[in-house]
């Protein structure tokens, strides 16, 4: 189908503000203009509360952000109990922060009525993989033991994130097949093949719709230090062996270079057994979910999910 509007708004606006091809920054650069970029969005929607805490990564302290809803008291032993939204950030795993993401885990968490846990993952390049993945495994582990310290049951968890943040909950759901239980899993135009040859949507959209295939190689280049870790699964989610894993709702966007790999992932957990809900939205690029307020597709899109897992909790 043709471009929304709003896809089509959100591309001239980029376009308006002579954004720079992110291969030809520095990750610095990039930084700085996709916090600015963020920072523009909407006000946020109102829920119950919202606080920093750090709990301990693997190496070092690791931040956390956790959004309670509305009606449950405050995020401790003696407040109410709700299922936990462990939430990963996109951006490349170089870009991205806790707060670029704000305000769409504030929609995620009014919308499931469940405690949102946003991982401020260390970043690439100064941190390359596995710095990420050893992160946010590590976070979903400490929630799954230690969540009555911030108002979680530890029993009922969820993964969720967007682009690269798709990534890393994809492997989090795989390193946590053997403990602790993952509910479900929810993949928003998830990066999954670091190897996929450039065909597909690769080729059909590599240009004009904000995220470029030139754009993912040069996030991966700033990932990886050397190219044989693109081959690892942990890395490259749809090289891994599915059996075992939990229930997925994968999303992908009609016109994003990822909507291929998206929907392979979806179709290998089916070949595995695994319950998947498959969405592709159409008219719509890379970057929609995040635009709650601005694009009617990112609203739906945070429903669907809150829908799919608070079924499955």
């Given at each position: ?6 896809a089509?708004?959100?591309?001239a606006?980029?376009?308006?503000a ?19 970029r ?12 919202v ?5 301990p990564g693997?190496?070092?302290?690791l931040?956390?952000?956790i ?19 462990m939430?990963f950030?996109g ?5 991205g922060?806790i707060?670029?993401?704000?305000v ?7 919308a499931?009525?469940?405690t ?9 390049p ?5 710095s990420?993945?050893?992160d946010?495994?590590?976070?979903t582990?400490?929630?799954?033991i ?15 994130g ?11 759901a795989?390193?946590c ?20 040859e ?7 959209h ?8 030139a ?8 990932y ?7 081959r ?6 749809l090289l891994?062996?599915?059996a075992?894993q ?7 966007a ?12 979806a ?7 695994v319950?998947?809900d498959?969405v ?12 709650v ?10 429903d669907r999910?809150?829908?799919f897992?608070?079924a499955?909790?």
């Amino acid at each position: 189908m043709p471009l929304h509007p709003q896809a089509e708004l959100l591309i001239a606006a980029a376009a308006a503000a002579e954004l720079p091809p992110i291969e030809g920054l520095s990750f610095e650069e990039a930084r700085r203009h996709y916090n600015q970029r963020s920072a523009e969005l909407p006000a946020n929607p109102v829920i119950g509360e919202v606080s920093d805490r750090t709990i301990p990564g693997l190496d070092g302290e690791l931040l956390i952000r956790i959004y309670r809803p509305d009606g449950v008291g405050s995020a401790s032993p003696d407040g109410i109990l709700t299922p936990a939204l462990m939430f990963f950030h996109g951006g490349g795993w170089v870009i991205g922060t806790i707060e670029t993401h704000d305000v769409v885990c504030r929609a995620l968490c009014e919308a499931t009525s469940a405690t949102v846990v946003s991982v401020d993952y260390r970043l690439a390049p100064e941190h390359p993989f596995p710095s990420a993945p050893d992160d946010c495994t590590a976070a979903t582990k400490w929630v799954a033991i230690n969540g009555a310290q911030i108002g979680v049951d530890g029993s009922q968890i969820a993964v969720c994130g967007d682009s690269a943040g798709g990534n890393l909950a994809a492997v989090v759901a795989l390193d946590c097949v053997d403990g602790p239980r993952i509910s479900a899993q929810a993949l928003v135009y998830p990066a999954v093949d670091a190897t996929r040859e450039e065909t597909g949507s690769l080729v059909d959209h590599a240009d004009g719709y904000l995220l470029t295939s030139a754009g993912m190689r040069w996030f991966y280049n700033q990932y990886a230090q050397d190219q044989s870790q693109l081959r690892d699964p942990r890395c490259s989610p749809l090289l891994a062996d599915h059996a075992g894993q939990p229930p997925a709702i994968v999303i992908t966007a009609e016109y994003d270079p990822l909507r291929d790999e998206g929907k392979a992932y979806a179709d290998e957990l089916r070949a595995a057994g695994v319950e998947v809900d498959y969405v592709d939205y159409g008219g719509q690029i890379h970057t929609f979910f995040t635009q709650v307020g601005v694009c009617d597709a990112s609203q739906d899109a945070v429903d669907r999910i809150a829908a799919f897992v608070n079924a499955r909790w």
